[in-house]
């Protein structure tokens, strides 16, 4: 198992810059009828991987190397309004269910609004973790309707909308994302001591 994931932030940046390139000043949209982009899903070789360790020592709690890997093998994968499969394409908080259910075998909240409310343990932003969970207003209103996961160095991972590519990895620098972010939780606090082999 990989134990280091931040270095593999570049690799993905660049590999999803062709969908940055029609970036709208906002990226996230969750409006239902809005057209789904089909994009081919983006898959990370072992030598990707491999080459890309070692510029930066990073290490990674257990639980959220295989969470995390996994999600990195997603970048590309199309957004769609209610989506939690690879097939389909996934909303935000599909795509985190889906990887905490296949790696873990967790069953997290299927929206952000309940996701946001499960009792794990409140993370400050200056002590994040890889595998937290980070949650935004993108809405303006102050209440929670994105969410994505932690990788570590400012960079989260989340299934963004149709019009930025869907899976895609993000710095929490960037004044957008700055601006909305509101909490994170550390979901892998309520993980199983011994969880078992992925599950179908």
């Not at 940055?20 to 239902?32: D, G, M, Q």
């Not at 997603?74 to 990887?99: A, E, M």
Request: proline share 8%; with cysteine.
């Amino acid at each position: 198992m990989l134990k280091r994931l931040a270095p593999l932030v570049p690799i993905a940046l660049t590999l999803v810059l062709a969908a940055c390139a029609n970036h709208t000043p906002n990226p996230h949209s969750n409006v239902p009828n809005e057209p789904v982009v089909a994009v081919e899903p983006v898959m990370l070789s072992d030598e990707d991987v491999t080459a890309s360790l070692g510029e930066k020592p990073y290490e990674l709690p257990n639980l959220a190397d295989s969470i995390l890997t996994h999600g990195l093998s997603l970048v590309g994968t199309r957004y769609r309004y209610g989506g939690s499969s690879v097939k389909s394409g996934f909303d935000c908080s599909g795509f985190i269910g889906y990887l905490f259910k296949e790696e873990l075998g967790m069953q997290l909240p299927r929206s952000t609004r309940e996701m946001i409310n499960i009792d794990a343990p409140l993370v400050e932003r200056e002590e994040l973790e890889p595998g937290d969970l980070v949650f935004f207003s993108t809405n303006g209103r102050g209440r929670v309707s994105h969410a994505g996961i932690y990788l570590g160095d400012d960079q989260f991972i989340h299934s963004s909308s149709s019009r930025s590519g869907g899976v895609r990895v993000d710095s929490l620098e960037d004044r957008y994302w700055n601006r909305t972010f509101i909490e994170a939780k550390r979901a892998l606090a309520l993980a199983p001591s011994e969880p078992g082999a992925r599950h179908p």
